[in-house]
């Protein structure tokens, strides 16, 4: 059975750093891209990142670029979404979503609050 | 970046009844058009891929049409468990990957 664990959120200042994690099973890790999809409180969703399946190719919604990071450990079977600058407007749940382009399976998600 | 219009934004209906709920893609996205289920507190479920094939799991009530720019989601006879907010998403020209606002479906 294919499994996405998200780890690592919570609350954070504005201008604070996040690293969240996402453990995943159930499937060859390594043949699959990975994404990052977000939604914030009583909103809709947003695409936020995918990385290949080597780790060699990345892609960011504007909103993100060169403040999140996406990266993999693929001996670990581990997806990662660094988050520096956060601001007011990321707060919402993170999922990771096994797949690049279309999200065949979704983790739980977890709630990243950023406030003062 | 291709931006995609549901409509409605609620529908409100009764089990048993048909459900209509339709995506508009500001450009064409060919049939690369995906829909997905989320409930409260869940989420998002792949429901319908490239516009009209059915998810692993996914009960023949559901089914998807269109391309191009106009694509519809049927939900034949609804049940109890359908009434769920749905999502429309693009992958044919990316990035940036798109969502729709999404269509509450909701019992009346």
């Known amino acids: 059975e294919v499994q996405l664990v998200e780890s690592g959120g919570g609350l954070v200042q504005p201008g604070g750093s996040l690293r969240l994690s996402c453990a995943a099973s159930?499937?060859?890790?390594?043949?699959?891209?990975m994404s990052w999809v977000r939604q914030a409180p009583g909103k809709g969703l947003e695409w936020v990142s995918t990385?290949?399946?080597?780790?060699?190719?990345?892609y960011y919604a504007d909103s993100v670029k060169g403040r999140f990071t996406i990266s993999r450990d693929n001996s670990k079977n581990t997806l990662h979404l660094q988050m520096n600058s956060l601001r007011a407007e990321d707060t919402a749940v993170y999922y990771c979503?096994?797949?690049?382009?279309?999200?065949?399976?979704w983790g739980q998600g977890t709630l990243v609050t950023v406030s003062s | 970046e291709i931006v995609l219009t549901q409509s409605p934004a609620t529908l409100s209906l009764s089990p048993g009844e048909r459900a209509t709920l339709s995506c508009r893609a500001s450009?064409?996205?060919?049939?690369?058009l995906v829909w997905y289920q989320q409930k409260p507190g869940q989420a998002p479920r792949l429901l319908i891929y490239?516009?009209?094939n059915r998810a692993t799991g996914i009960p023949a009530r559901f089914s998807g049409s269109g391309s191009g720019t106009d694509f519809t989601l049927t939900i034949s006879s609804l049940e109890p468990e359908d009434f769920a907010v749905y999502y429309c998403q693009q992958r044919s020209n990316w990035p940036p990957i798109t969502f729709g606002q999404g269509t509450r479906l909701e019992i009346k």
């Open positions: 159930g499937f060859t890790f390594t043949s699959y891209a």
């Open positions: 979503a096994k797949d690049g382009d279309l999200f065949t399976k």
């Open positions: 450009q064409s996205v060919s049939s690369y």
């Open positions: 490239d516009a009209s």
């Open positions: 990385i290949g399946t080597s780790g060699g190719s990345t």
